[in-house]
């Protein structure tokens, strides 16, 4: 069984909706799932994980949200991540999504493999839901 971990930051709780939708899609394919707020995640909790799902929202100019999930992200800098499966999801209001391009080419820099991306204007439609559930299923296989 695949153990796949979901660590999120959400605010409004947009962010959370698309973490629930790939949590549900990785459950229905079989994996064994870890979800959690970025401020009860651990560094393990990535590592002994066989995939991984990181969101967050734009914040700041396009950039993902500062307190909390950019520390935990830039942990991973200098660890051997091994080339993980990763889906990136997160939502974004008054600026375009650009922040979700730029997260993704700096988790290819660390060495995740970016099967996944998901960035949403505001909160998700249907299709963005079922396009999440789609994720989790990805990284149960």
């Known amino acids: 069984m695949k153990k796949v971990s979901i660590i999120y930051w959400s605010n409004g709780g947009n962010v959370e909706v698309l973490a629930n939708a790939i949590t549900e899609g990785a459950k229905e394919a079989g994996a064994e799932v870890l979800i959690k707020h970025v401020a009860d995640a651990k560094i393990s909790d ?3 994980a066989d995939s991984v799902a990181l969101g967050s929202p734009s914040m700041d100019n396009n950039r993902i949200e500062q307190k909390e999930m950019e520390p935990f992200v830039n942990e991973f800098k200098l660890l051997p991540n091994g080339n993980k499966k990763l889906v990136l ?5 008054w600026d375009n999504g650009a922040f979700m391009q730029e997260w993704s080419n700096r988790m290819k820099d660390y060495d995740f493999d970016v099967i996944g991306e998901l960035a949403v204007k505001e909160s998700p439609d249907q299709d963005e839901l ?4 789609e994720f989790g299923r990805k990284l149960a296989e």
């Not at 999801?89 to 209001?93: A, E, I, L, R």
């Open 46 to 48: 990535i590592t002994e």
């Open 89 to 93: 999801f997160g939502s974004y209001g």
């Open 130 to 133: 079922d396009l999440a559930k």
